[in-house]
C-alpha cells in the first residue's frame, strides 16, 4: 500500500498573478531548466513552461500536490516526474508494483515529452522513454525526515539531465540525492551538497 500526506496551506501561493508570472520569465534567459509544480495556480505554470520550451530550455514538471491542472501543459514539458500517488492519480489505476509503475510511466507518456519519471520512495524509481521503460533502484539509508526528498530528487535530476546524462544515470544520482536529504531533519536544511553526493555515489555505487 502506498500512502502519501502532504498539509499544505497555499496562503500567497494561490494569489500569484502575472506580475509573478512576468517577474518569472525576465529571468528565464538566464536559466537553463524550468522547474514546474502545482503549488501556483496552474495557468502560471503552462505560461511559463510554454516561454521555456519557445526559448530552448530543459521543462520538468512535477505534479504536486496533484490537483486538476491544464493538460496543455504536456505539450511544453520533457518530463514530468510524479511520484507514485500522483501517477495513480493521473492515470487513473492503481501501482501494485514495480512492473505496473513501469506501465503507468508509458501511459502518461505524451509525443511531447522525453521522457515520465515516477519516484517510489525507497524503492528507487520507474521511467518510461519513447525507446524503452525500466526501473532504477533506490539506496538504503536511515531515514530520519522525508520532508524535502522529493527536493532533492528532481533538483539532481534536473543537474543530470542538463548535463545529458543517459536517464538511468540521471535517476541514480536523483536517487541519492533524495536518499541524502533523508537522513536530516528539515527541508532546505537537508539538501546535499554537490561534493555530499559525490562523495555518497562512489561508496554506494
Known sequence: MIYNRIIQIPGVNDNCNDEELERALSILSGADVLMLQLEVPSWISVAAAQAARLSGKLVLFNPAPVKPFSSDIYNFVDYITPNAVEAEALAERKIQDVGSAESVAMQLLRPHMRGVIITLGELG??????SRAGYVPGFSVDAVDTVGAGDAFNAALAVA??????????????NGAGALAVTKRGAQEAMPSLEELE???????
Open 125 to 130: 524509481a520507474c521511467y518510461a522513454d519513447h
Open 161 to 174: 539531465l542538463e548535463n545529458r546524462e543517459p536517464i538511468e544515470q540521471a535517476i541514480i544520482r536523483a
Open 199 to 205: 562523495a555518497f555515489l562512489a561508496s554506494n555505487t
